[in-house]
């Protein structure tokens, strides 16, 4: 499965890294590690047309973005 | 601040236990001395800018509490590996702000440290029957705004290289713009409070207005001027940090009508740097207030209304 994990890096990086990786299609799991991050990913996927879940994994979130 | 002693002095009319933008001592019956300090680590590439950024930051507290800037002082931190030009640059853009308030440096301090940081100490003159709060609305008044909002998002993109050049250019108009001009064009009009818009974001600014005056304030989201790029970057998800810790900050005195688009909202949240002021004005003066701003090439905008205490401090109609 595709997947990006973005933890460790700050905004606006995380919602480019999942941008780009979006272009290899869905579905794309994506892991941040605070609540901004989580945020501004929803934000982009739901305004560009994608369906997005998530869950708490620890101290980090698992964002699934699907089409 | 909290457990902090509070102040003695009966000359210190404005302290820290407000929550206001800058201190207000009184030298004598018609002098009162406006203190304030900011600095902050670089929000644009360009040294010159950045200088320039953080001077118009800094300085606009006074025009907040009804002041004139007179003097102030550098603050500067720099890495040694930073050239000694890139140092000058920073001083030469605030000291161009500096010029242009009418006030003068009169010195500062620097030390050496990893990241850089600029700003400046200002001392404004008010005189103590024209100082202006953040605590002073009334029933009735209306809340004028004198910039538009964005330059948040609008950094965090610049950040990323995301911005193109006109986006970029109105960015750094905003952060550049000194209050100078609105605040010298209320003229005689006596306004009942003013703060200037910062890291609280326009909410949270809006919200210590309608906690220190015992109001609750009404926000027309669809009149607020935003940057449309702003808008643009926020429906991506380009919002900073900031912004999310405003609506914490926030959550608990807030109300958000549904109609309101989200990308709308995250903008009244978003921290802005060197933002613009923002006036409770006695509706009767509204149209003369409106008229002088216009003259003086402010773009002010009525953005919401002062109402008698609800349930809520802030309510934010459509």
């Keep these: ?53 998530w869950k708490e994994v620890g101290e980090d979130y698992e964002l699934t973005i699907t089409k | 601040m909290a457990g902090l002693p509070k102040a003695a002095d009966p000359n210190l009319l404005v302290g820290y236990d407000s929550s206001d933008d800058a201190a207000v001592y009184k030298v004598s019956h018609d002098v009162a001395m406006i203190q304030t300090v900011d600095f902050f680590p670089p929000v644009v590439d360009d040294p010159y800018t950045f200088g320039q950024i953080a001077a118009t930051n800094a300085l606009s507290d006074v025009y907040a509490m009804g002041g004139e800037p007179r003097l102030a002082m550098n603050l500067l931190a720099f890495p040694s590996c930073l050239p000694v030009e890139a140092v000058g640059d920073i001083l030469a853009g605030g000291a161009s702000k500096v010029t242009e308030a009418g006030a003068v440096i009169a010195g500062g301090h620097s030390i050496e440290d990893q990241e850089p940081k600029y700003g400046l100490c200002v001392t404004g003159l008010v005189h103590p029957r024209r100082i202006l709060t ?19 998002v609008l950094s965090t993109a ?11 250019k109105q960015m750094v108009e905003l952060m550049t713009t000194l209050n100078k001009y609105a605040a010298q064009a209320v003229g005689s009009i006596s306004l009942s409070a003013c703060t200037d818009v910062t890291g609280f974001g326009l909410v949270g600014h809006v919200k210590e ?7 609750t304030m009404e926000l027309w ?11 643009e970057l926020a429906r991506d998800g380009i919002i900073p940090a900031g912004a999310y810790r405003n609506m914490d900050f926030t959550a608990g005195d807030t109300l958000e009508d549904s109609a309101v688009p989200r990308e709308v909202l995250d903008c009244l949240y978003d921290p802005q740097t060197a933002g613009g002021l923002l006036f409770s004005v ?9 008229g002088r701003m216009m003259d003086a090439g402010v773009p002010a905008v009525a953005v919401g209304a002062v109402r008698p205490r609800g349930e809520k401090l802030v309510h934010i109609k459509p």
């Design chain 2, 134 to 152: 953040n605590s002073g609305a009334k029933v009735g008044d209306i809340l004028v705004l004198t910039k538009a909002l964005g330059t948040g």
């Design chain 2, 221 to 231: 989201a669809g009149k607020v001027p935003i940057v449309p790029k702003a808008l």
């Design chain 2, 282 to 290: 006695p509706e009767r003066q509204l149209h003369a207030l409106m």
């Design chain 1, 1 to 53: 499965m595709n997947q990006v994990d973005a933890r460790g890096y700050s905004c606006p990086e995380p919602v480019l890294m999942t941008k780009k990786a979006l272009q290899n299609g869905t579905p794309l799991v994506v892991l941040v590690d605070n609540e901004t991050p989580l945020q501004n990913v929803r934000r982009f996927a739901t305004n560009n047309g994608y369906q997005v879940t």
């Design chain 2, 158 to 168: 610049a950040k990323a290289e995301l911005l193109e050049e006109a986006d970029y």
């Design chain 2, 209 to 215: 207005m309608a906690e220190g005056s015992g109001t």
